[in-house]
């Protein structure tokens, strides 16, 4: 691999390089099931919010086609980077969560719950929640309740997250259905994905990606980026030591404040003049999220004013986050940060629309308002 290290990469074009690679300076054809391949997973904290990220990436998607996914099982929801809840394909969750099996541990260890099992056998702990969600799905309160009668005196919540941190256990259907509610309750995934239950789960012996995998799948849909970003967006340390063993299989950049950047060799970098759509992104979407430095997509001095929306709503113009929306009531509203023009305006309004007859085409025309 030739050593680029001289060729810098101005912030539009890694702005472009994201959106190239996130699907959203053209809506794709692409199956669902490999988008979210593509993407290494869709955060999905908000249940619906994964629907909203493919309609906005793909061009004709149907939310029946993700749920329908969910309910066969091709897909499902659990913790995994940053220890945060992620839509994966069935296969990738069996690659991904053995990965980041040391991410959620470390998490665990440093919570309020962490420190209230520390005198708990944890090895007995897991054995027994496994086998009360093996039973039948259980809520996290459920599962409490439960694991109070063995362990009386230890904090009963406590005890069920160091379940849903340490164990691979998915959340289950009807909750992240489309359109459908429901108590998060949680399974064993080694036995929801069909596998045999056991004191080792399939899901949990160590066949996942390798951390020089991980990362590949990362620069490949986030990339070219650096170090501390691969590490942002996975919880995953030490990856310095993993670059150095790829370094001559990766494109090396910079950026304008000569900071390293990495990248696979067939990483897509369009034109930095490429027109760019308005696009509305979900909650928690990962385009925001998975870089240390997030310039490239968030100008500094919005940050604060974006951080103000609890679950980070927001649409871009020209590539770049310019608001956040929420819909209240019927109507759709729409609170850019800078000014933008009347052209921009009107796009936005058309897009927030779409969205709209998107998510209740069989209600009567919702509002979007401009804030």
Do not use: C
Request: glycine residues 6%; hydrophobic residues 45%.
């Amino acid at each position: 691999m030739v050593d680029r290290a001289d060729s810098v990469l101005s912030l539009r074009a890694l702005n472009r390089a994201l959106l190239a690679r996130q699907m959203l300076l053209e809506r794709r054809r692409t199956p669902v099931i490999e988008a979210l391949e593509h993407l290494v997973g869709m955060q999905a904290q908000e249940p619906q919010a994964p629907y909203i990220g493919l309609w906005t990436r793909l061009e004709g998607f149907s939310p029946h086609q993700l749920s329908d996914l969910i309910a066969s099982r091709d897909a499902v929801r659990g913790g995994l980077m940053r220890a945060t809840i992620h839509l994966v394909s069935a296969r990738d969750w069996a690659r991904l969560r053995p990965s980041m099996s040391a991410v959620l541990a470390r998490s665990f260890g440093g919570t309020q719950f962490g420190k209230a099992v520390a005198g708990v056998d944890l090895e007995e702990l897991l054995r027994q929640g496994r086998e009360l969600l093996a039973e039948k799905p259980r809520s996290r309160a459920e599962l409490a309740g439960l694991l109070a009668e063995r362990w009386p005196d230890v904090d009963p919540t406590s005890l069920a997250y160091a379940v849903s941190y340490l164990e691979p256990i998915v959340q289950v259907p009807p909750r992240g259905l489309w359109r459908q509610g429901g108590q998060a309750r949680w399974a064993p995934a080694g036995l929801w994905l069909g596998h045999e239950l056991d004191d080792r789960s399939p899901v949990d012996a160590d066949e996942g990606l390798s951390a020089d995998e991980v990362v590949l799948r990362y620069l490949a849909a986030f990339g070219p980026a650096a170090v501390r970003d691969i590490q942002a967006w996975s919880g995953l340390t030490r990856l310095a030591e993993v670059v150095e063993r790829r370094r001559d299989q990766l494109r090396v950049f910079r950026d304008e404040r000569g900071r390293e950047l990495l990248d696979v060799p067939d990483g897509l970098l369009p034109d930095p003049e490429t027109p760019a759509p308005v696009r509305i992104m979900p909650p928690f979407d990962n385009v925001i999220l998975s870089h240390a430095e997030r310039d490239r997509i968030v100008a500094p001095e919005h940050r604060a004013v974006i951080s103000r929306d609890r679950l980070l709503r927001t649409f871009l113009v020209d590539g770049f986050v310019a608001g956040t929306w929420e819909i209240r009531g019927a109507t759709l509203h729409m609170r850019p940060v800078r000014p933008l023009t009347d052209e921009d305006l009107e796009a936005v309004v058309a897009e927030a629309e779409a969205l709209l007859a998107f998510l209740s085409p069989e209600d009567p025309p919702a509002k979007v308002r401009i804030d």
